[in-house]
T-cell receptor
Framework: KAGVTQTPRYLIKTRGQQVTLSCSPI?????VSWYQQTPGQGLQFLFE???????NKGNFPGRFSGRQFSNSRSEMNVSTLELGDSALYLC????????????FGPGTRLTVT | GESVGLHLPTLSVQEGDNSIINCAYS??????FIWYKQESGKGPQFIID?????DKRQGQRVTVLLNKTVKHLSLQIAATQPGDSAVYFC????????????FGEGTQLTVNP
């Protein structure tokens, strides 16, 4: 069974631009969660989607948004990029909500210049 | 100048030794705990999980111990190998936090041949 896939793997953007990251969960998984990983803050929860509905949201500004499609694939968007948004963005999928057995993708490395 | 970054606790062991990585969690309502391994440039890899109604769970070469009285979690790796070198994170899923995982700061394990 294929794992969680994320595209693109690397991205360089300039301040003020916006970016969309994509995540395809493991086949059959309906829950997708997004995390931001930085050296200074570690792994922080962004939001979680289940059955196309946002179930939970972390403490990030409204510039961070996401959505989930009927095939469980998910996208997250960051608008008006800031230097501090440079991070590894990780997507994790699981069969149910509740955070149980979340499997991570390889991440998208975003660099904002 | 001052460096900015996450200071990871470190553990250095000899190949073949047993490793014990410790983690303190904060939410007494957490009902589920996970250990992840993250190698450089990769996403976190699921190792083993445990629910709050258990105090021990074993996998292949790994054992997780849960002490709810002192809110402590540990990961034991038997016969540590160079391929075990990575950053290890514990994560908790507090009962009140829905699907979000709250991660510890991680421990850098180095296995010396």
């Amino acid at each position: 069974k294929a794992g969680v896939t994320q595209t693109p793997r690397y991205l360089i953007k300039t301040r003020g631009q916006q970016v969309t990251l994509s995540c395809s969960p493991i086949s059959g998984h309906r829950s997708v969660s997004w995390y931001q990983q930085t050296p200074g803050q570690g792994l922080q929860f962004l939001f979680e989607y289940f059955s196309e509905t946002q179930r939970n949201k972390g403490n990030f500004p409204g510039r961070f948004s996401g959505r989930q499609f009927s095939n469980s694939r998910s996208e997250m968007n960051v608008s008006t990029l800031e230097l501090g948004d440079s991070a590894l963005y990780l997507c994790a999928s699981s069969y149910t909500e509740g955070g149980y057995e979340q499997y991570f993708g390889p991440g998208t490395r975003l660099t904002v210049t | 100048g001052e460096s900015v970054g996450l200071h990871l606790p470190t553990l250095s062991v000899q190949e073949g030794d047993n490793s014990i990585i410790n983690c303190a969690y904060s939410n007494s309502a957490s009902d589920y705990f996970i250990w992840y391994k993250q190698e450089s440039g990769k996403g976190p890899q699921f190792i083993i999980d445990i629910r709050s109604n258990m105090d021990k769970r074993q996998g292949q070469r790994v054992t997780v111990l849960l002490n709810k009285t002192v809110k402590h979690l540990s990961l034991q790796i038997a016969a540590t190998q160079p391929g075990d070198s990575a950053v290890y994170f514990c994560a908790e899923n507090g009962e009140t936090s829905g699907s979000r995982l709250t991660f510890g700061e991680g421990t850098q394990l180095t296995v010396n041949p």
